[in-house]
């Protein structure tokens, strides 16, 4: 391979008449290619490494901090849409801003400079995130995670005038949250949990909500807008609304028909009455303006078997119940008793309760931090899957040793009897952008024990559980803890190595159920 790219550049001497670095090339180390790479295979200096991430919006490979410099530089190839595993995703705008800035900002940090590429597929679905892409490459500086939120503001303005700008920034971060957390493609009636805690009712209802809002304010612009308003924010978030509908009344099919109760059938008319309104909706956005987007949203999100796309949408399946069948639905919710009576009265800071049989701390909400050795925690503003995020900067920080001073996060939590409990701690997806043999790290510990230092992503290379990472969103890494004692303690989250991004924190027992999303937080503030 060295020896083609050798003879590459000698006919590029041949044709132009001049010395080869002369002329710019670039290599993009793109899924296999860049095993070549970390196996060590060169190009000459001149050449532009192009660098990838992995198809779904986590950088793969970074230059490590002090490394030569090379005279060709680095560049990005991001994805915004891919046909690929774990499954397509191609239908509709994925891609929260607060994560692209996040990742593409450890680029530019680390020097990768040279040129910037973004793979749209369609682009009619993806205007803001390639809007933002473009103006964050064009100055990384000017944008910080905190004006995120002022910058989609500010597009909205710019296509919509200033009235409905908050707004409608709320309803684009508000369904590319949820999609950014599971791909429409990858969204099933098992996706999320329906008992105890309502897991999946309270995802319908805060769509219901955007919508609800998103109908609102068409109802109130100027007709100029009304085209552009229904492709770039009311059809995504109908359409996102009611794929998860559907699914949720497949879900409930599913348990009432497990159950011979009578909603049963009520649940499957409402599945087919969904499974139609998806046609219908993007039937709508194809006859907007005499036809002008006709076709660009019949891309097939519903149905799918493995990675590949199916043919055609196919509607999940339900079944009826004969009268005969028929019980009284006599279910009754309980999501367990609460703290009351521990908690202490006029606490300032945050602080975290054992509801039932969970402990569950997003990590935006630490009671204090530690910021010492150069390094500073920093609030990511919703990133992650239910919340904000934290992460630690700068993110060429040098690998620190947990345990004394050492930059931490710190939790304070009440337990309420002495256990056995899971710890479990959700970050994003972050790859070992190092490609060292321990991956990226960090350290837990709870009160005064020794920090128990954890790899976030050594194990990036095994193709399961990368799919795992990437279908879900999040990196959920596990440990064991026994709490000897009642009441108050505090759990701390140590840096190690920079880029880690925290999103969540979570203890609890044996045979819990923490669903997709994690248990709701147990914050009293």
């Not at 530019?108 to 910037?116: A, Y």
């Not at 309760?353 to 402990?359: K, R, V």
């Not at 630490?366 to 919703?382: C, F, K, R």
Request: glycine content about 6%; charged content about 20%; proline content about 6%.
């Amino acid at each position: 391979l060295e020896r083609i790219v050798a003879d590459q550049r000698k006919i590029i001497e041949e044709v132009t008449g001049r010395p080869a670095h002369q002329t710019p090339q670039l290599w993009a180390l793109y899924k296999e290619v860049q095993d070549y790479y970390d196996k060590g295979m060169r190009v000459p200096d001149d050449v532009t490494l192009l660098l990838c991430d992995d198809n779904w919006g986590n950088i793969r490979r970074l230059p490590l901090p002090g490394s030569p410099k090379r005279k060709g530089g680095y560049g990005i190839y991001y994805h915004f849409d891919y046909v690929g595993g774990p499954r397509n995703y191609k239908w509709i705008n994925t891609n929260p801003l607060p994560r692209v800035w996040e990742q593409m900002h450890l680029a530019w940090e680390h020097g990768v400079d040279q040129i910037w590429i973004v793979n749209v597929g369609d682009l009619k679905p993806m205007e803001l995130p390639v809007s933002f892409f473009l103006d964050y490459a064009w100055n990384p500086n000017r944008i910080g995670p905190d004006g995120i939120r002022h910058y989609t503001e500010q597009w909205a303005a710019a296509q919509f005038g200033d009235t409905f700008k908050k707004e409608i920034a709320t309803l684009l971060a508000g369904y590319t949250k949820i999609t950014g957390r599971c791909k429409p493609e990858l969204l099933n009636e098992g996706t999320y949990q329906l008992y105890p805690r309502k897991e999946f009712q309270s995802v319908v209802d805060t769509l219901q909500q955007l919508q609800q809002l998103a109908e609102q304010i068409a109802r109130q612009l100027p007709a100029q807008y009304q085209d552009a308003y229904f492709q770039l924010v009311l059809h995504p978030v109908k359409a996102v609304t009611n794929l998860h509908e559907m699914y949720y009344y497949t879900a409930l099919n599913h348990d009432a028909y497990a159950h011979k109760w009578e909603q049963a059938n009520e649940y499957a008319d409402s599945v087919k009455s969904k499974y139609l309104a998806d046609s219908l909706i993007s039937v709508e956005y194809h006859q907007v303006n005499h036809g002008k987007w006709d076709h660009m949203m019949s891309q097939t999100h519903i149905g799918y078997k493995y990675w590949q796309q199916p043919p055609f949408n196919t509607m999940p399946r339900v079944s009826y119940l004969l009268p005969s069948e028929m019980k009284e639905n006599d279910h009754i919710d309980t999501i367990g008793y609460t703290a009351a009576g521990m908690i202490p009265k006029n606490r300032k800071e945050n602080c975290f309760y054992q509801f039932s049989d969970h402990i569950s701390m997003e990590a935006a909400h630490y009671t204090y931090a530690v910021n010492s050795q150069g390094i500073q925690w920093a609030i990511l503003p919703d990133h992650g899957r239910t919340g904000d995020a934290i992460t630690s900067f700068p993110v060429k920080a040098k690998r620190q040793s947990p345990g004394g001073n050492a930059p931490r996060l710190s939790y304070d939590f009440y337990l309420k009897r002495t256990d056995s409990l899971e710890l479990s701690i959700h970050c994003s997806p972050t790859l070992n952008i190092y490609h060292s043999p321990e991956g990226l790290q960090f350290a837990v510990s709870i009160d005064d024990e020794v920090p128990e230092i954890i790899s976030l992503n050594k194990e990036d290379s095994d193709q399961q559980a990368w799919n795992k990472w990437v279908a879900s969103n999040i990196i959920i890494k596990r440990t064991k803890r026994y709490i000897g004692s009642p009441g108050k303690h505090t759990l701390h989250f140590w840096m190690v190595d920079p880029a880690v991004v925290l999103q969540k924190l979570e203890l609890y027992s044996s045979g819990a159920n923490p669903g997709y999303l994690g248990f709701p937080e147990t914050i009293n503030r």
